[in-house]
């Protein structure tokens, strides 16, 4: 039996109204369908989510479909890479679709490289138009998951923007946080710490749909959301002393970590949340442990004079600029 080049890992939880897309885009591909397999892990839906997909499945005799009690996005990730048996693995969210027939090219690109990791180019896509396409800079060599990180990624820390070698995730412990949203910004730093040969495809292969009501949406903000940022932040300051990050990783690391504390504190106050003491724990963290940053050198300084009044500002432009709208 030929072994399987690329496990399609799809998360289900209540997607009735795309999941049908995102299946198809996954089979309509013109390579052998004994070459990958599409993991369907089906994370507790209560809406007809399953049924579409066991539907599917009369079509697709090689949809593998895994049913579980309700985990989050990382827990039905976590499922999927266990049970997958591909030399490389891609996790593709349920709203989401990938381009006709990208595994070709993505197969051609295997043969030629034993990596860790790709990186590939994606498109956003808003109530159903297409809004902005990024395409990665065209690199003919592999680079380290350092240089990945520190030039390329601009923050675009999604996951479904890697595919990643099965092997690669394993060997190194590289499981994703349950319980958290926004696990992107969790996870890809961990990985690109341990990534030593990476790809760049200049290619859009994926297809990212930006809805109301999922957690990318600026009107779903709620006290976890906030609370898990402030959460995954702490982590990423803790991965800042890992004994593997160099010098220069670091430095980047901590302009994301400031960069993502500041985005948080704005996100707070339009969402017109209090802070929690997580937000003041971690000013004092920057404090003690002098962080130096160069991009938000101003918005930094503010903060870490005075969270609460940085906070309030904000709170009083967003509640001025959604009165404006209203009128």
């Known amino acids: 039996m030929e072994s399987l080049v690329l496990s399609i890992v ?16 996954c089979f309509n591909q013109n390579i052998p369908l004994s070459s990958f397999e599409v993991i369907i892990v089906n994370d507790g839906s209560t809406d007809n989510s399953l049924a579409i997909c066991e539907n599917l499945k009369k079509e697709f005799k090689s949809l593998k479909i895994i049913s579980q009690d309700n985990k989050g996005l990382s827990g039905a990730r976590n499922t999927g890479l266990k049970n997958a048996t591909g030399k490389y693995v891609w996790f593709v969210d349920s ?13 051609e690109q295997i043969k030629l490289h034993d990596i860790d990791l790709f990186w590939i180019g994606h498109e956003v896509i808003v109530n159903g138009v297409p ?34 070698k099965r092997d690669f ?28 040969k990476c790809q760049i495809i200049p290619k859009s292969f ?25 959460h995954i932040i702490d982590k990423l300051s803790g991965l800042t002393k890992s004994d593997n990050i160099s010098s220069n990783f670091e430095k980047e690391l901590k302009e994301i970590i400031i960069d993502s504390f500041i985005k948080t504190i704005k996100m707070s106050s339009r969402g017109r949340l209090e802070l929690p003491f997580l937000a003041f724990d971690l000013i004092n963290k920057f404090k ?40």
């Not at 998360?11 to 885009?25: G, L, T, W």
């Not at 690199?139 to 390329?152: P, Q």
């Not at 820390?157 to 595919?163: A, D, E, H, Q």
């Open 10 to 25: 799809v998360p289900v939880f209540n997607v009735s109204q795309y999941v049908e897309k995102c299946i198809r885009s």
């Open 95 to 107: 709203d989401d679709w990938i381009e006709e027939n990208c595994l070709k090219l993505l197969f």
């Open 131 to 164: 809004k902005r396409e990024y395409i990665p800079d065209s690199i003919k060599n592999l680079i380290t998951g350092e240089e990945l990180f520190i030039k390329h990624l601009n923050n675009l820390f999604y996951i479904w923007k890697f595919i990643y």
């Open 169 to 196: 995730l394993i060997k190194n412990k590289l499981w994703f946080y349950e319980g958290i949203l926004f696990e992107d910004l969790e996870f890809t730093p961990r990985v690109l710490i341990e990534a030593n």
């Open 206 to 230: 994926y297809n990212y749909l930006i809805r109301s009501g999922s957690i990318a949406s600026i009107n779903n903000i709620k006290n976890k959301s906030i609370n898990d940022r402030l």
């Open 288 to 327: 003690i442990e002098k962080y130096v940053i160069t991009s938000n050198k101003f918005d930094f300084y503010l903060v870490k004079n005075n969270l609460k009044i940085y906070h309030f500002f904000f709170k009083m432009i967003y509640t001025l600029s959604s009165k404006i709208k209203i009128k």
